[in-house]
């Protein structure tokens, strides 16, 4: 961490006496209430202070995301039209037979996310690609509001300068612009699609109420309600004509197969879908490996691949075979089965922590077992990265207490080339992940 950002941190925690902090968090947990901040009945802020970054900072965040999007971007048009290329990302028959369906806008996402962490160093690597149904925008934008309502936050910008990241108006332009490529008219009915009971409902809730002061309607459905007929998608007999799909394409398809009214929706074209089932291609697991195997750098330009080498982990899907790793010549299992101190084994299409097995927390003997197992089902492994920490204030038992968390740094794109906001997640354990149950969200802002 560079020392003007250390001084801003510092500067902020100063300001948290010992009843400035119980009023914070009273403030905090009052508003997270009754706003519905929380996944499911958790609250999502743990902590008394958001996360700062400089305007340089940010801008060179923005830089490099850019040029990650291009490699995406570049892999995405090579694995569309290359068979023999999907094959290295293990796609299910059914996911291969819904590439068929054109989205009917050009670009693979319409707002996808980027998890990364922030390295000692001061840099960022990517573990992951959310390109398929990217969470968080709404509850961002939520905690930056109310962290600006606090007494704490105001005092602290008689020094400083914030500017609050507000992420909903990009995803809402992108969808409006992947309607009108579409051939869309007007103004669209949204349908928000997920199952019923899960624990993002109340985002769900926060985006339905912030396409209602944009003057348009959305209904929150689950795929259960949904009836296609007529050329019409219908939800509770109101109908759809843009879908904004939380719910993921796998899970869809291990209830339904390819027999259900959205897929049928899109085959005839009579509703508009963000993101379409293409961002699968993108969104396994397996790209990070797609993006870093030496046998397709070919397919990269050099600053592509430059920002590759700087920001995407070594990663490889599991199998028998010999492979490169940081330039040397290696047999892939006995080099994973002798190295659990710097890997993680991932499954290939899972979210919120679900299967992760971490090495360096595991015995020799669990690790060689799961290594095995990781034969019987995609299964990617990739490199560990160092995290970095920063210090952040909490209250408990009356007392102020600030300590080191690990970060993590998770930018959003749109329409496949705008780089705006992030979800930022802290934790003191080694997975930060809300889903998998750890860890705290919260806002970011720039400071000058």
């Known amino acids: 961490m560079d020392a003007m950002l250390e001084q801003i941190i510092e500067d902020y925690h100063d300001l948290l006496t010992p009843q400035v902090a119980q009023e914070t968090w009273?403030?905090?947990?009052?508003?997270?209430?009754?706003?519905?901040?929380?996944?499911?009945?958790?609250?999502?802020?743990?902590?008394?202070r958001p996360r700062f970054l400089t305007r340089e900072q940010y801008a060179w965040i923005e830089q490099e995301c850019r040029l990650l999007l291009r490699a995406f971007a570049t892999a995405y048009q090579a694995l569309l039209h290359d068979a023999s290329l999907r094959a290295q990302l293990a796609l299910t028959q059914a996911e291969e037979q819904l590439l068929a369906l054109d989205p009917g806008f050009e670009p693979p996402t319409v707002s996808s996310r980027l998890d990364c962490f922030i390295t000692p160093d001061?840099?960022?690597?990517?573990?992951?690609?959310?390109?398929?149904?990217?969470?968080?925008?709404?509850?961002?934008?939520?905690?930056?509001?109310?962290?600006l309502e606090l007494p704490v936050m105001q005092d602290f910008q008689r020094r400083y300068r914030l500017q609050a990241l507000n992420i909903r108006p990009y995803q809402l332009e992108a969808m409006l612009a992947a309607w009108r490529a579409w051939g869309?008219?007007?103004?669209p009915r949204i349908g928000i699609i997920d199952w019923v009971g899960v624990p993002t409902t109340n985002e769900f809730l926060l985006f339905q109420e912030f396409f209602a002061q944009n003057g348009?309607?959305?209904?929150?459905a689950s795929p259960e309600e949904l009836e296609y007929s007529g050329g019409k998608l219908r939800a509770r007999g109101q109908v759809i004509d843009f879908l904004y799909k939380r719910v993921l394409a796998s899970e869809l398809l291990e209830k339904y197969g390819l027999d259900q009214p959205i897929v049928r929706a899109l085959r005839d074209r009579a509703?508009?879908?963000?993101?379409?089932?293409?961002?699968?291609?993108?969104?396994?697991?397996?790209?990070?490996?797609?993006?870093?195997?030496?046998?397709?750098?070919?397919?990269?330009s050099a600053e592509e691949q430059a920002a590759i080498a700087r920001h995407?982990?070594?990663?490889?899907?599991?199998?028998?075979?010999?492979?490169?790793y940081h330039g040397q010549t290696i047999d892939l299992l006995p080099f994973i089965a002798d190295h659990r101190e710097r890997l993680v084994l991932k499954?290939?299409?899972?979210?919120?922590?679900?299967?992760?097995?971490?090495?360096?927390?595991?015995?020799?003997?669990?690790?060689?077992?799961?290594v095995k197992e990781a034969l019987n089902e995609p299964t990617v492994v990739q490199e560990r990265v160092p995290v970095a920490t920063e210090p952040y204030a909490a209250f408990a038992d009356g007392?102020?207490?600030?300590?080191?968390?690990?970060?993590d740094l998770d930018p959003y794109f749109f329409s496949g080339q705008t780089v705006y906001g992030m979800l930022t997640r802290l934790s003191t354990v080694a997975l930060l992940n809300v889903t998998a149950g750890g860890g705290s969200v919260v806002p970011t802002f720039i400071v000058e």
């Open 347 to 370: 499954p290939n299409d899972e979210y919120g922590g679900k299967g992760v097995v971490i090495g360096w927390e595991m015995t020799a003997e669990d690790w060689v077992r799961s």
């Open 184 to 187: 869309g008219q007007g103004q």
């Open 26 to 48: 009273e403030r905090l947990v009052e508003g997270m209430t009754a706003r519905r901040i929380g996944f499911g009945d958790r609250l999502l802020c743990t902590v008394l």
């Open 216 to 220: 348009l309607e959305a209904i929150i």
């Open 399 to 407: 007392t102020v207490d600030i300590s080191p968390r690990l970060v």
């Open 271 to 300: 509703v508009c879908m963000g993101n379409g089932f293409r961002a699968k291609l993108l969104h396994k697991k397996s790209i990070h490996a797609f993006l870093t195997e030496e046998r397709n750098a070919h397919l990269f």
């Open 122 to 147: 001061g840099g960022f690597q990517s573990v992951e690609y959310n390109a398929e149904t990217p969470a968080g925008i709404a509850y961002a934008d939520a905690l930056s509001q109310l962290f």
């Open 312 to 324: 995407i982990p070594w990663t490889r899907k599991v199998e028998e075979r010999k492979t490169r």
